[in-house]
């Protein structure tokens, strides 16, 4: 099975979040072949449930996520894991220097979508080759010089800030989470209306 591990620094705050709409979309969208999602900090945290805020402002917008426990990234979840999202730059950087082999796979969320926006669409209806791909060509894409928009690859932490700027993380989780589904496996085909 595809895996897809997104990290943050405590794993209590932006990483939960995400995790959830990722799991969703790709539940909803492939079923029991969907990708596994994953969250885990660069810091140990370990055992601490998400931040109230994020459990609040996740469940504003449909995303239920009261039940999650923080955990460390270790070396091992990195080099097992298809696609490494962080959140911002410094948690890219702490991938590589905690495996080297995750490099090529480690992107900030807001890095990888630019890059498979700036790719042709995916076609395919196989997940797990799908992502593998898509991560190999953004890679590609990376290397030979691509950067996209440098000075915005992060997600700003919102600890510690109101739940005003908790709402404003998820609702930028919420997007990005949404072209990056997109951006990996193409657009979700349009369900038919039934007319009464």
Do not use: Y
């Not at 959830?20 to 601490?48: C, E, I, K, N, Q």
């Amino acid at each position: 099975m595809a895996s897809i591990l997104v990290v943050c620094t405590g794993n209590v705050c932006r990483s939960p979040v995400a995790e959830g709409f990722l799991r969703a979309r790709l539940g909803s969208r492939f079923g029991p072949t969907a990708p596994d999602v994953a969250s885990a900090g660069v810091a140990g945290w370990d055992g601490d449930r998400a931040h109230p805020a994020s459990v609040e402002t996740a469940a504003e917008r449909g995303i239920d996520i009261g039940g999650h426990r923080a955990r460390t990234v270790s070396t091992e979840a990195l080099e097992e894991a298809d696609l490494i999202l962080a959140m911002d730059r410094g948690h890219r950087k702490a991938v590589g220097r905690t495996a080297r082999s995750a490099r090529e796979r480690a992107f900030t969320l807001k890095e990888l979508v630019r890059l498979l926006e700036a790719l042709p669409e995916a076609g395919g209806d196989d997940p797990v080759s799908l992502l593998s791909h898509r991560v190999a060509e953004a890679d590609a894409l990376r290397r030979n010089g691509f950067e996209g928009h440098p000075h915005d690859e992060d997600i700003a932490d919102p600890l510690g800030m109101s739940l005003q700027a908790f709402r404003a993380v998820a609702g930028e989780l919420d997007e990005w989470c949404d072209r990056l589904t997109d951006g990996l496996f193409g657009r979700a085909p349009a369900t038919a209306s039934v007319e009464g």
